[in-house]
Structure formats: structure tokens, C-alpha cells
Nanobody, 118 residues
């Protein structure tokens, strides 16, 4: 059974940092692209904020570029999202995803809450 479990969320003040983790079991994270999404309060859509492909190429949304860093430790089968200089508007539930192509594989974690206060 495939499971992705996020952790590391919490309540911080603006300007502080958090590191989110996404630990996988039942599957290797190295076999597919990964993404970190977030869903802000009151928003229906999840926003892709960072992604990393099999080759290690990363991409970021404009809203987090320069502040967030996505990485993956294949030995630990865990992905990370380092979030620096957090802003109030970063408040959201953060989800990790593996695959993103439902006809092949598309797995999601349960989410972790990040709240940034002013």
C-alpha cells in the first residue's frame, strides 16, 4: 500500500522558516516526478508551488521563487520543502504529490497545515 505522509507544518511568524517532509512507503519516490501543492483557506483549487522531476530539475511558482526549495533524499525515501521568509499569504494546507498522471500513478499525502501570523 502506497502512503505519502507529510509533516513539519505549524504556526510561525512572518519571516520565519519551516521545513516540510513527505515520507513515502510502499513506493520509491525516485521513480517519478514530485510536487508540493497548497490549498489556501477558502480556495477550492490547489496551487502547485514547487516540483522536482526524476532528473532533479526543479520549478517554482512565482509566489515562492527564491524563498522555497524542494529536494528529495532517495536514500531516506523522503521529499522536503524548505520554506524561508514565510509570509502571511503562505498560510495553507500543504500536500505532496507523486506522479501527477492518473493513468500511470498519482499519489497524494493527507496534508499538513502551515499558518503564518503577522
Amino acid at each position: 500500500q502506497v502512503q505519502l505522509v507529510e509533516s513539519g507544518g505549524g504556526l510561525v511568524q512572518a519571516g520565519e522558516s519551516l521545513r516540510l517532509s513527505c515520507a513515502a512507503s510502499g513506493i520509491s519516490l525516485s521513480i517519478d516526478d514530485m510536487g508540493w501543492y497548497r490549498q489556501a483557506p477558502g480556495k477550492k483549487q490547489r496551487e502547485l508551488v514547487a516540483s522536482i522531476n526524476i532528473g532533479g530539475t526543479t520549478n517554482y511558482s512565482d509566489s515562492v521563487k527564491g524563498r522555497f526549495t524542494i529536494s528529495r533524499d532517495n536514500a531516506k525515501n523522503t521529499a522536503y520543502l524548505q520554506m524561508n521568509s514565510l509570509k502571511v499569504e503562505d498560510t495553507a494546507v500543504y500536500y505532496c504529490q507523486l506522479g501527477g498522471r492518473p493513468w500511470i500513478r498519482d499519489y497524494w499525502g493527507q496534508g499538513t497545515q502551515v499558518t503564518v501570523s503577522s
